[in-house]
């Protein structure tokens, strides 16, 4: 009973934890051109500014499983936070390029750090049996802040000043350090591990490795095509359907929206029907889904309902994904492996939206969107081949 407790205890500061992940980092959207008009930041600056938490995320990644796997999870989690509170509290007062630079690097180092130690996490105390669930409700939170961050940055910053946003941020964060600091992991990453003979531990290391290479894949190229979606829809909405900033801002509360309330449903469709990797496809289908319903038509509301079942792909690609990792990937080896596949997939998130431009001016604006269909088709690929061999694994007769 008393474990059961603790649990419920952990996984309600996990989702805390991830809203808040994700509040601080899009909170500062709406704050940019505020930014540039109050310390005179030219655009080429803001757009290195915002590119930084990018590299934060790529290079924190690895960084945060390792570190995860040295001290543990609670460690891990109290310096993460301490590090989230003195990153809010110093930006209202930062003043110079050079601060703000250093700021919005260690935001996206704490941010990803964050995510890996939120889903490490909930795959260490979770089971087959209700992974798919408690990974749903952490992809509902992760889009509640999506959601949140831009929007309460927004209005707060229309009536107070704007260190506010970033002054509530610090207090939650301060919350969760007091709720992180008595928390019980009771799956330690750090139990001693089992010994293997040499050729068997070869064996094991080039099937991680194998795994690593391919889901890292995957993971590189969903987040390839959400960053493409996210730098240049604004710009095909605006250019090629004439939406006001208010009905695209909109699309994107939908896809928040619709990513918040079907998260836990598709986790729990998940562990019911045990196959998370078919989800993962339908995922992505529906991703695909979107992008061709806002490509061949221009009627508001058939493409905000493409914006809805992305949402719906969303959560059922990231709930399946993270609770595939947990199915397959040894506890002792999941938190420097979940690191390393969120900081390749980060690197996507740099590089495909400078693809994409070079084929919007070469092309057409249409041209980054097929390319990211190209991108989603492919990781679709490479999860079948996965999920056929896992089959054939499984079914094959004992010698």
């Known amino acids: 009973m008393k474990r059961h407790l603790y649990l419920n205890r952990n996984i309600a500061c996990m989702i805390v934890i991830s809203l808040i992940a994700n509040m601080s980092?899009?909170?500062?959207?709406?704050?940019?051109?505020?930014?540039?008009?109050?310390?005179?930041?030219?655009?080429f600056r803001m757009s290195i500014l915002f590119s930084l938490f990018y590299v934060g995320r790529f290079v924190g990644g690895g960084l945060a499983g390792r570190i995860y796997e040295k001290i543990g999870a609670k460690r891990l989690g109290l310096s993460l936070l301490i590090a989230e509170i003195v990153c809010m509290l110093l930006f209202p007062v930062a003043e110079s390029f050079i601060i703000l630079s250093i700021l919005r690097l260690l935001q996206g180092l704490v941010a990803i750090g964050l995510t890996v130690f939120v889903r490490v996490t909930i795959n260490h105390i979770s089971t087959m049996e209700n992974r798919g669930t408690l990974n749903g409700y952490i992809s509902s939170s992760e889009g509640a802040g999506m959601i949140l961050g831009p929007l309460m940055s927004g209005v707060i910053v229309s009536y107070f000043s704007l260190a506010v946003p970033f002054y509530i941020v610090a207090l939650f964060s301060c919350i969760s350090f007091v709720a992180v600091s008595r928390m019980a992991f009771f799956n330690s990453p750090t139990q001693p591990q089992q010994q293997h003979s040499l050729p068997q531990e070869s064996k094991r290391k080039t099937m991680l490795t194998k795994q690593l290479l391919l889901y890292s894949t995957v993971h590189f190229l969903e987040m390839s095509a959400f960053a493409i979606f996210l730098t240049y829809f604004s710009i095909y909405a605006t250019y090629k359907l004439?939406?006001?900033?208010?009905?695209?801002?909109?699309?994107?509360?939908?896809?928040?929206?619709?990513?918040?309330?079907?998260?836990?449903?598709?986790?729990?469709?998940?562990?019911?029907?045990?196959?998370r990797l078919i989800l993962c496809m339908i995922g992505l289908l529906f991703i695909m889904l979107e992008i061709v319903l806002f490509l061949w038509f221009t009627e508001?509301?058939?493409?905000?309902?493409?914006?809805?079942?992305?949402?719906?792909?969303?959560?059922?690609?990231?709930?399946?994904?993270?609770?595939?990792?947990?199915?397959v990937i040894p506890e002792e080896h999941r938190s420097l492996f979940i690191g390393n596949v969120a900081s390749?997939?980060?690197?996507?998130?740099?590089?495909?939206?400078?693809?994409?431009?070079?084929?919007?001016?070469r092309f057409n604006i249409n041209a980054p969107f097929y390319y990211n269909m190209i991108l989603v088709f492919i990781a679709i690929v490479i999860q079948y081949f996965i999920r056929l061999k896992s089959q054939t694994s499984r079914n094959r007769p004992l010698a």
């Open 25 to 43: 980092g899009s909170m500062i959207l709406p704050l940019f051109a505020i930014y540039v008009e109050q310390f005179g930041i030219s655009a």
């Open 242 to 275: 004439h939406w006001s900033p208010a009905e695209i801002s909109l699309a994107f509360t939908i896809i928040g929206i619709s990513t918040f309330v079907s998260a836990p449903l598709i986790g729990k469709i998940s562990d019911i029907l045990k196959d």
């Open 300 to 327: 508001q509301w058939i493409v905000y309902l493409g914006m809805f079942i992305g949402g719906i792909g969303g959560a059922s690609y990231l709930d399946s994904f993270y609770s595939q990792l947990g199915d």
């Open 344 to 361: 390749f997939s980060e690197l996507g998130a740099i590089v495909s939206p400078l693809v994409a431009g070079v084929l919007l001016e």
